[in-house]
């Protein structure tokens, strides 16, 4: 028997919190957080990049579970403090922590919000674990 979802109403598939990040002149990331069925919440994150042969984009999307947010955090702090550290020392990144101008959801009237550049190195937000970095590889 095949289901249908008469509840198209309640079952919301519009972010409930989204970020962009613009990232040069090809490149926009996307943070979404959405609801399942269950009405739990996960992440998922997208890169767009502008084609140069056509108007088009291609876009390539990640789903990230609250089960592995402590996780993934973890990892992907380590691995970028790992290049910043390890594979180049000297590159100075905090030259691009520029202001940019960011163009919100809510631009209907044509607002847009200018953000401070941040200089705070890449920090895990998330809980202490007992896990270390090496139980990343096992998950």
Do not use: C
């Not at 490149?27 to 009405?39: E, H, P, Q």
């Not at 997208?46 to 592995?68: A, I, M, P, Q």
């Not at 594979?87 to 960011?102: E, K």
Request: aromatic residues 14%; hydrophobic residues 30%; charged residues 30%.
């Amino acid at each position: 028997m095949a289901y249908e979802n008469n509840n198209q109403q309640e079952r919301n598939n519009d972010s409930i919190f989204s970020k962009r990040l613009k990232a040069g002149k090809r490149r926009t990331y996307f943070f979404d957080v959405k609801t399942t069925r269950g009405n739990d919440y996960f992440l998922t994150i997208t890169e767009s990049k502008k084609r140069f042969n056509d108007n088009g984009y291609d876009r390539h999307k990640v789903f990230l579970y609250k089960e592995d947010f402590n996780k993934f955090l973890n990892a992907l702090t380590e691995t970028i403090n790992y290049v910043k550290t390890e594979l180049m020392p000297d590159f100075d990144f905090d030259a691009y922590n520029h202001d940019y101008v960011q163009e919100d959801q809510d631009d209907a009237e044509g607002a847009e919000i200018t953000s401070a550049p941040v200089a705070a190195p890449v920090e895990a937000a998330a809980a202490p674990s007992s896990h270390t970095a090496d139980d990343v590889d096992k998950w």
